[in-house]
């Protein structure tokens, strides 16, 4: 998992070499996705990091990037492969942009939370 805030050994020693170019608050906010203006997105929480993929399946070749766990927005739902994890089953795949980048990329729906689990049908389109 990546560090979600810079530590203050690291704040110190950036400030010592001269790299530090902002104020130490602003380089320790999390890094929250922020919804992008033309899209019409829901915000929905992920319980772990996991890979994304290019299509709705956790085949390793479809392997994108990474969504980290927290709160991240998404576009739609559809049918895809069925995988198993954090204690569900279900066959569908949320578009979402991850963490690295990588943009209208797929993650199963059975690593979000429980309320998100349950109604993420009901509060997102299908693509």
């Given amino acids: 998992m990546r560090p979600r805030f810079l530590t203050s050994a690291l704040l110190a020693a950036l400030a010592t070499a001269g790299l530090m170019v902002a104020a130490p608050q602003a380089l ?13 997105t829901y915000n929905l929480t992920t319980v772990i990091d996991q890979w994304t993929h290019w299509s709705p399946d956790a085949n390793t070749s479809s392997h994108a990037g990474t969504l980290y766990r927290g709160t991240s927005y998404f576009y739609c739902w559809t049918y895809g492969a069925t995988y198993s994890n954090n204690g569900h089953t279900d066959n569908v795949w949320l578009r979402t942009d991850d963490d690295t980048g990588n943009r209208g990329v797929y993650v199963s729906d059975v690593n979000l939370d429980l309320w998100g689990w349950q109604h993420d049908q009901q509060v997102l389109p299908q693509c």
């Fill in 28 to 40: 320790a906010a999390p890094q929250v996705p922020h919804s992008p203006a033309s899209a019409s």
